[in-house]
């Protein structure tokens, strides 16, 4: 009973682990991604609504099965752990394929016998349809997870699917690369390396989707002496492929096709005021690039 208990611990333990690093992973990338700029609420709602309806499915399944398992006298724990951790569906499955039946004890002799026996095969005491009932009506299931286990997928797929709904209409999502609001990108990047230190963004990549916005916030302290430098090299440029530089203020917005640079670019940022600037580079089909820019 002792082992049960210390067992249950560490499994809810475990549970409010996993609860406890969704939730941070959300809050970093909350920080790191200007705080959903540029992502419609409603989208990160239905994610961690998903999630959490799925993890509440999952715990409400496990705690099922422990119920379910410990009325025919198998492991509880090892079977609602199972059916956590393998997804409910998969461990229902397997769950259903090796249970034992259920199982009650004999009223005269103790004996364990299944609940559908007329005697009892130790003792031989015939079972009364009374204490038949009386049995099977102590076995049944709780019927409170089932109804709890009920709201919880049917929030989940209501989640998903409203997700889903709004990305496929293209709601929620900023692409426009002259926005001033943070840009998502619905493709993906190889990236080399990318680091920002002093007011320097040092960034390489690989290859990219069409059109991929790489961005770093910088930050002007004198507009009209500062320069922006740029020492981009881009390895390979198949045919129509472009490299486009991107500055971005508020409503003041510049562009600067930098596929080409034969030297270090020096651009003038007295357009622009003192404080932060979105720095973008919008990938257009270049790959193997290198860049060094910072504002000095």
């Known amino acids: 009973m002792k082992q049960t208990k210390k067992t249950s611990l560490l499994v809810s333990l475990g549970i409010l682990a996993v609860l406890v690093l969704v939730f941070l992973r959300l809050g970093l990338f909350f920080i790191k991604s200007d705080g959903f700029s540029g992502l ?15 993890l509440c499915t999952s715990a409400l399944f496990a705690a099922w099965v422990y119920q379910d398992c ?30 034992s039946e259920i199982r009650t004890a004999c009223p005269a002799c103790g004996h364990r016998i299944s609940v559908r026996a007329k005697y009892c095969e ?21 019927v409170n997870l089932v109804i709890a286990n009920i709201v919880c997928m049917v929030l989940m797929l209501v989640c998903i699917v409203g997700f889903i709904i709004h990305v496929a209409a293209g709601k929620g999502f900023n692409t426009d690369v002259a926005s001033n609001e ?43 002496a500062q320069l922006l430098y740029a020492d ?16 971005v203020q508020g409503d003041v917005v ?15 940022l007295n357009e622009f005021e003192n404080g932060k600037i979105r720095v973008r580079l ?15």
């Open 254 to 268: 510049k562009t600067i096709d930098v596929t080409n640079l034969s030297e270090t670019l020096e651009y003038p």
């Open 122 to 142: 130790e003792c031989g005491t015939h079972i009364e349809k009374e204490e038949h009932s009386i049995m099977v009506k102590k076995e049944t299931n709780n």
């Open 182 to 224: 943070q840009v998502w990108n619905l493709g993906m990047i190889s990236m080399d390396h990318s680091a920002f230190k002093d007011n320097v963004w040092d960034f390489g990549f690989k290859s990219a989707s069409e059109g991929f916005v790489k961005e770093q916030r910088m930050t002007i302290a004198d507009a009209d």
């Open 70 to 99: 410990k009325k025919r006298g198998g492991d509880p724990v090892l079977w609602a752990v199972i059916v956590f951790a393998v997804t409910p569906f998969i461990g229902l499955l397997v769950y259903f394929l090796s249970r």
């Open 282 to 296: 919008q990938i257009n089909g270049v790959k193997d690039t290198v860049s060094e820019i910072e504002i000095r």
């Open 40 to 54: 419609s609420m409603l989208l990160p709602v239905l994610l961690i609504g998903f999630i959490l309806s799925a």
């Open 232 to 247: 981009i090299s881009c390895g390979t440029v198949p045919d129509g492929a472009t490299l486009v530089l991107w500055l």
